[in-house]
């Protein structure tokens, strides 16, 4: 009753506080994330693993299950599922609701890398993601082209991937759905037996003359320098003059029992948009990053990143976020606008008094903007639930 009192008695003190909750709430406002869910967890993780060539049964025996030996003794493991494709393996593991999902990835990892060397030789290290609300994506965009379709992959991720991930809070940029540059070295079998080699040997050289290797450091007066052989290819001609063997004295060289070509992948799946094949162009956020934000800036860039692109490839923004959060921003400030005439005219309708109406109908937005200023104290964000 005191508190009341008092301010009853000094309306300009109390008139002072509410200013002031209103200008921090808008202050506040102005630096909340703003975001379609609420930040979250959904303690599941997923272990990728590739074994290029491999058939299914032989994923499953010896990709698969070893990897699920090892990690079904992963603390708070409350369900493990499993896939096994050609040549990928993939494993999901659900884990109870509020254990640290942080702590169980470490635990995840540690126990790959202990199995790891057990894999067939050519798997590839597991890859290990966590599902959160941060993997929705931002923005999807869409590229089709015509003469420059076979490069397209290259194309969108030096001159659109890589100016995107410059933007503020963008976490990663991917391209997918265009076709990559592939290296074929097609094996001609009667010369390879013929030179008596075999295609272990011959894929042996050409990974260990494709690689850089580190040579050691050098001084010179104060500053130290980083010595490095530089042995990957930039062309891919050069693959023909490795020697692959020899063959009474004389060099056998790759040209000589295989034909090296630089082209492009085949692709079992396309992507079409409009009726013509395409690449997706997936914005994804770093976390506590404003979603509006970076879709705007998004936006912005775009015309000025087309204007570098060869003139036969479009981008057009196939799903934006943003739509969604601000639209849900906008039937909220129309739903307070409507709360604000229906409260003003029934408090007037039983009451008569304008000095009444106007202080009820001025609590409604006072307290609103005052819950902003909570919403940024707890490091919460913006959103449809919020």
Same mark, same amino acid.
Do not use: C
């Given at each position: 009753?005191?508190?009341?009192?008092?301010?009853?008695?000094?309306?300009?003190? #109390? &008139?002072?506080?509410?200013? +002031?909750?209103? =200008? $921090?709430?808008?202050? @506040?406002?102005?630096?909340? /994330? *703003? %975001?379609?869910?609420?930040?979250?967890?959904?303690?599941?993780?997923?272990?990728?693993?590739?074994?290029?060539?491999?058939?299914?049964?032989?994923?499953?025996?010896?990709?698969?299950?070893?990897?699920?030996?090892?990690?079904?003794?992963?603390?708070?493991?409350?369900?493990? #599922? &499993?896939?096994?494709?050609? +040549?990928?393996? =993939? $494993?999901?593991?659900? @884990?109870?609701?509020?254990? /640290? *999902? %942080?702590?169980?990835?470490?635990?995840?990892?540690?126990?790959?890398?202990?199995?790891?060397?057990?894999?067939?030789?050519?798997?590839?290290?597991?890859?290990?993601?966590?599902?959160?609300?941060?993997?929705?994506?931002?923005?999807?965009?869409?590229?089709?082209?015509?003469?420059? &379709?076979?490069?397209?992959?290259?194309?969108?991720?030096?001159?659109?991937?890589?100016?995107?991930?410059?933007?503020?809070?963008?976490?990663?940029?991917?391209?997918?759905?265009?076709?990559?540059?592939?290296?074929?070295?097609?094996?001609?079998?009667?010369?390879?037996?013929?030179?008596?080699?075999?295609?272990?040997?011959?894929?042996?050289?050409?990974?260990?003359?494709?690689?850089?290797?580190?040579?050691?450091?050098?001084?010179?007066?104060?500053?130290?320098?980083?010595?490095?052989?530089?042995?990957?290819?930039?062309?891919?001609?050069?693959?023909?003059?490795?020697?692959?063997?020899?063959?009474?004295?004389?060099?056998?060289?790759?040209?000589?029992?295989?034909?090296?070509?630089?082209?492009?992948?085949?692709?079992?799946?396309?992507?079409?948009?409009?009726?013509?094949?395409?690449?997706?162009?997936?914005?994804?956020?770093?976390?506590?990053?404003?979603?509006?934000?970076?879709?705007?800036?998004?936006?912005?860039?775009?015309?000025?990143?087309?204007?570098?692109?060869?003139?036969?490839?479009?981008?057009?923004?196939?799903?934006?976020?943003?739509?969604?959060?601000?639209?849900?921003?906008?039937?909220?400030?129309?739903?307070?606008?409507?709360?604000?005439?229906?409260?003003?005219?029934?408090?007037?309708?039983?009451?008569?008094?304008?000095?009444?109406?106007?202080?009820?109908?001025?609590?409604?937005?006072?307290?609103?903007?005052?819950?902003?200023?909570?919403?940024?104290?707890?490091?919460?964000?913006?959103?449809?639930?919020?």
């Amino acid at each position: 009753m005191k508190l009341y009192e008092s301010s009853v008695k000094n309306p300009v003190g #109390t &008139s002072l506080i509410f200013i +002031g909750i209103v =200008l $921090i709430g808008i202050l @506040f406002y102005r630096q909340l /994330p *703003i %975001d379609l869910y609420p930040e979250m967890d959904l303690n599941i993780i997923s272990v990728m693993t590739t074994y290029s060539g491999a058939g299914a049964d032989d994923v499953e025996a010896n990709v698969t299950r070893p990897l699920e030996d090892a990690l079904n003794s992963t603390e708070n493991l409350k369900e493990l #599922t &499993s896939q096994s494709r050609d +040549g990928m393996s =993939l $494993i999901i593991l659900q @884990f109870d609701y509020g254990v /640290p *999902i %942080d702590n169980i990835m470490n635990d995840v990892r540690d126990k790959i890398e202990m199995i790891y060397s057990f894999l067939p030789e050519g798997t590839e290290k597991p890859i290990i993601m966590k599902f959160s609300s941060d993997m929705i994506p931002v923005m999807t965009l869409s590229a089709t082209a015509k003469e420059s &379709s076979d490069a397209l992959y290259k194309i969108l991720d030096d001159q659109v991937a890589n100016p995107l991930n410059r933007i503020p809070g963008v976490g990663t940029v991917s391209v997918t759905g265009a076709p990559q540059r592939e290296i074929q070295v097609n094996i001609i079998p009667e010369k390879l037996e013929g030179y008596n080699l075999s295609l272990e040997q011959v894929a042996q050289v050409i990974a260990a003359e494709n690689t850089n290797i580190p040579a050691g450091n050098f001084d010179i007066g104060s500053q130290t320098y980083m010595l490095r052989l530089e042995g990957e290819f930039d062309d891919s001609r050069e693959l023909n003059n490795i020697i692959v063997g020899n063959s009474q004295g004389h060099a056998i060289y790759l040209r000589d029992v295989a034909v090296v070509k630089d082209t492009v992948e085949n692709r079992v799946q396309e992507n079409y948009t409009n009726g013509q094949r395409s690449a997706s162009i997936v914005v994804q956020k770093q976390s506590g990053a404003n979603t509006v934000a970076i879709a705007q800036a998004v936006k912005e860039q775009i015309p000025l990143l087309q204007k570098n692109l060869p003139p036969d490839i479009k981008i057009e923004t196939v799903m934006d976020t943003s739509d969604h959060i601000i639209a849900s921003i906008n039937s909220l400030l129309e739903t307070i606008i409507l709360a604000l005439i229906i409260v003003g005219l029934v408090v007037l309708f039983f009451l008569g008094r304008w000095r009444a109406t106007i202080i009820i109908m001025l609590a409604i937005p006072i307290s609103l903007i005052g819950s902003f200023i909570y919403l940024y104290l707890t490091g919460s964000s913006l959103n449809i639930i919020s």
